[in-house]
């Protein structure tokens, strides 16, 4: 029967033996630190989220639905995106770089603006600029930048050629039904001041076009159409009398922000300060300036 020391490999008894010996020890520790802290980084830079997306990829995706001029839209000579959301995008983006080290490009791509909160939720795109109202639809499920561009807008009441009771802003509280398009700002006016202010929800009827909104207007089905100023005031003088414009409700304030994931927290960190540090050195109302916005 074998002695059980003998399963044992003995210590080298010179020291060459014994110093090759912590030498090969000391050298899988090595690797095995070197593999976990390796390890322990792709695991982390899998964790940081928008941040850590961008900089493995090499580049900012931002959407924006490219049919608002000055914003945003396409310029078919230059084939590429133009605008002052695009501009601000680039100055948003050369700052990621710099906080993530490694240089960006910027990804513009033009999505419909009722999909980009859900592009925003499952990762397709890091940050939309897209003239998207804070207070707007997309309040709640997607996180906002502080504001960098603020509007007040203007907006036309159209009631029927007939119509006598309708000739005034406070007169929209007697309206038995109003008439407004889904997704416009007109329809936050009238969440934010007549709906909160105790105005029936159940009496604002929303469309999807212009002349869903007028026929309800021709078939009495509501008593007023509230749209833009200018819109409102062609519409009433080309109607030859069937339309009217019977008020306008103006200083109406509106902010815009910069919109992400609702996990996006260092990136949105990142912009708040780009779009301050923006404002307070004037660069902000040169962009502006740059596209006629002041």
């Known amino acids: 029967m074998s002695d059980p020391n003998d399963l044992v490999s003995p210590m080298p008894k010179n020291k060459k033996g014994r110093r090759t010996l912590i030498a090969m020890a000391t050298i899988v520790v090595v690797v095995i630190l070197v593999l976990t802290f390796s390890l322990s980084g792709f695991f982390s830079s899998k964790d940081q989220g928008a941040l850590g997306r961008i900089k493995a990829q090499g580049k900012m995706i931002m959407a924006t639905d490219a049919s608002s001029i000055p914003f ?90 007939s119509e006598s009771s309708i000739a005034s802003v406070q007169d929209l509280w007697n309206a038995s039904r109003i008439a407004v398009i889904e997704g416009t700002t007109s329809q936050l006016w009238l969440q934010d001041v007549m709906v909160q202010g105790g105005y029936s929800s159940e009496k604002v009827s929303v469309f999807q076009t212009i002349n869903a909104c007028l026929l309800a207007m021709q078939d009495g089905t509501s008593q007023a159409f509230i749209i833009d100023e200018e819109t409102a005031k062609d519409y009433a003088e080309s109607s030859s009398g069937a339309l009217k414009l019977a008020a306008v409700i103006s200083g109406y304030q509106l902010s815009y922000g910069c919109a992400f994931n609702v996990e996006s927290v260092g990136l949105k960190e990142i912009v708040n300060r780009v779009i301050a540090n923006m404002i307070a050195s004037g660069e902000m109302n040169e962009l502006k300036e740059k596209w006629g916005l002041v």
């Open 72 to 161: 945003e839209f396409y310029d078919p000579v230059e084939a590429r995106y133009e605008g002052f959301d695009v501009d601000l995008g680039k100055r948003i983006m050369e700052k990621v770089s710099k906080e993530v080290g490694r240089s960006l490009t910027l990804d513009v791509r033009d999505i419909p603006f009722d999909s980009i909160p859900g592009n925003l939720d499952n990762n397709n795109v890091d940050i939309s600029l897209s003239r998207s109202v804070i207070t707007g639809q997309w309040n709640g499920s997607v996180l906002f930048s502080i504001p960098y561009l603020t509007e007040t807008e203007s907006y036309g009441i159209i009631v029927n050629g």
